[in-house]
């Protein structure tokens, strides 16, 4: 079996889930969008493949990873909102002065559109402040999709709500 360094630190970066063909090509990254499963480990898990509106996610079996048709994708964010494991993010580097990153949140308070927030990396590491810009709700767990510093877009991973 290879060796992956998430195994170890349970935190996986680019380089992994680039090898592991969970991260999206550099132009569709750029095209708008798209989904991030970090999703690495066979676990018997399909709910986002059901979900996914357009068909996107599909899975040789219940332990295999996800693969993403990455064209399909429109970026809705509906598997965000149903993964049990916290690990669908959507994220759009298409803009020139900000990148866009959704994320699951399950804490209190809420977010709400135009607060600033504490952006976090894969490590909870503070990496920034950005801004609210769309929450919505499926089941307790908030879909948010946060503006952030440009560049940072493959980097954050969770927000933290200051109040
Ligand atoms: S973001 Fe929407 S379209 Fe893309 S994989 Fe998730 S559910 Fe499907
Ligand atoms: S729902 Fe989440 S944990 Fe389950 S297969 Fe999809 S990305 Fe992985």
Redesign the pocket.
Same mark, same amino acid.
């Given at each position: 079996m290879e060796k992956y360094r998430f195994r170890e630190t349970g935190i996986i970066d680019l380089s992994e889930l680039e090898k592991l063909g969970l991260m999206p090509p550099r132009e569709r990254l750029l095209k708008g969008p798209v989904v991030v499963?970090e @999703?690495p480990e066979e &676990?018997p @898990?399909? &709910?986002?493949v059901p979900f996914c509106p357009v068909k996107a &996610?599909q899975?040789e079996s219940i332990i295999a990873l996800?693969r993403v048709l990455w064209d399909k994708c429109t970026g809705c964010g509906v @598997?965000v909102a149903? @993964?049990?494991?916290l690990?669908?993010f959507v994220v759009d580097l298409s803009k020139p002065d900000a990148d866009y990153v959704t994320v699951p949140h399950e804490f209190l308070p809420v977010p709400r559109p135009g607060d600033t927030v504490v952006l976090l990396n894969r490590r909870g590491e503070v990496v920034g402040e950005g801004l609210v810009v769309r929450v919505w709700e499926r089941n307790k767990t908030y879909v948010v999709t946060v503006k952030t510093p440009k560049g940072l877009g493959l980097e954050v991973r969770a927000i933290w709500v200051k109040k």
């Open positions: 499963l @999703c &676990i @898990c399909n &709910i986002c &996610i899975m996800p @598997c149903v @993964c049990p494991g690990a669908a």
